[in-house]
């Protein structure tokens, strides 16, 4: 089962996203709606909705989910494994397709990614097989790229909006596995992953009653690949790409992002340094949160971020798959 995450705030404005993706190519779509309740549209066999209140009545500790931030897709993930997706892709609301191949263009990342690759990109170097380059088992997690306004902090947009190109990507662009001894910034707009990773797949938390917003992705996406580079576990990036158009204000991204701007300088290095053992996904994710919640840095926030990883991980631990009708 393939299943859609989106995470909104405009959930007037989720129409327009859903009719420019039809035929939807998923069997499920999973909306969380950034406030309190549900807005007025129904739910369906193929929509779920949900709101703050879900959170509420999931959750012992409903903080460790983002409010007034994008990360509050993560609950849209457990949802999405709750009902038995195989594979769970996410979209931000302003994102829409380029083109026809965005579902085959993810699930050819995390299944058929050759073992072989060019060493220069776009030309066939000599020693490159033309028929057996194999196939790499180990790809968990699919991150596509975007045409249009492109996935940049609020100074960058500030500073040289005005000679950004409107199409910053080659629309021929390929897919290449990442490599697992660098960190690069996860950008959550358009995002797959195979079921197994969706306990890794924790963004932490951000904007209402957290110091920190719009670095959700950016943190989660050091978890990750710091426990991807342990398991041995594979991250391609590039297509699908998808057009993204801009619906945040960047003087408002402005002031949400200082904090963390300074913040990120070190966070880096706090999560690379975690000492990891375990053998599987949860377990090495249960190892980071208790090296961050024990964590001697003085940092309160790290120390947050740790117990609310634990708590993520409990919802993982039965096993069981929720097969709710709503």
């Known amino acids: 089962m393939n299943v859609l995450v989106i995470p909104t705030n405009r959930p007037d404005r989720l129409a327009e996203f859903l009719d420019a993706w039809r035929p939807w190519p998923w069997d499920k779509i999973v909306v969380v709606e950034d406030a309190p309740d549900v807005s007025r549209a129904a739910a369906s066999d193929q929509v779920l909705r949900y709101s703050w209140r879900d959170i509420d009545a999931t959750f012992t500790q409903p903080d460790i989910i983002s409010r007034r931030d994008s990360g509050i897709r993560a609950y849209g993930f457990w949802r999405a494994w709750t009902i ?14 380029v083109d026809g191949d965005y ?12 073992a072989w690759h060019s060493s220069v990109r776009h030309l066939r170097v000599r020693g490159l097989p033309y028929v ?59 995002v797959a992953f195979r079921r197994e990773a969706a306990c890794l797949m924790y963004f932490p938390p951000m904007g209402m009653s957290s110091p920190y917003s719009r670095f959700d ?47 990120n ?9 975690v000492e990891l053992h375990g053998s599987d996904a949860l377990t090495c994710m249960r190892e980071v949160g208790t090296a961050l919640g024990s964590h001697s840095c003085g940092d309160e926030y790290v120390r947050r971020w740790g117990g609310a990883i634990l708590e993520w991980c409990r919802l993982f631990d039965t096993g069981a798959a929720v097969n709710e009708h709503e």
């Open 132 to 190: 057996n380059t194999g196939t790499l088992k180990n790809v968990y997690v699919s991150m596509g790229l975007w045409v249009g306004h492109p996935d940049i902090d609020a100074v960058q947009s500030l500073a040289h909006s005005a000679r950004l190109p409107d199409a910053v990507l080659d629309r021929g662009l390929s897919s290449w596995l990442m490599p697992s001894e660098q960190y690069f910034p996860l950008c959550g707009m358009n």
């Open 217 to 263: 992705d950016i943190w989660a996406g050091l978890v990750l690949q710091r426990i991807c580079r342990h398991l041995r576990y594979g991250i391609v990036c590039g297509q699908p790409l998808v057009e993204h158009r801009r619906a945040s204000d960047p003087f408002t991204n402005l002031v949400k992002e200082a904090p963390g701007i300074q913040a």
């Open 265 to 273: 300088e070190r966070m880096w290095e706090i999560v690379d340094a």
């Open 84 to 97: 038995g997706a195989d594979y769970i892709f996410t979209l931000d609301d302003d994102c829409f397709p």
């Open 103 to 114: 579902l085959r263009q993810h699930l050819q990342n995390l299944e058929s990614t050759p």
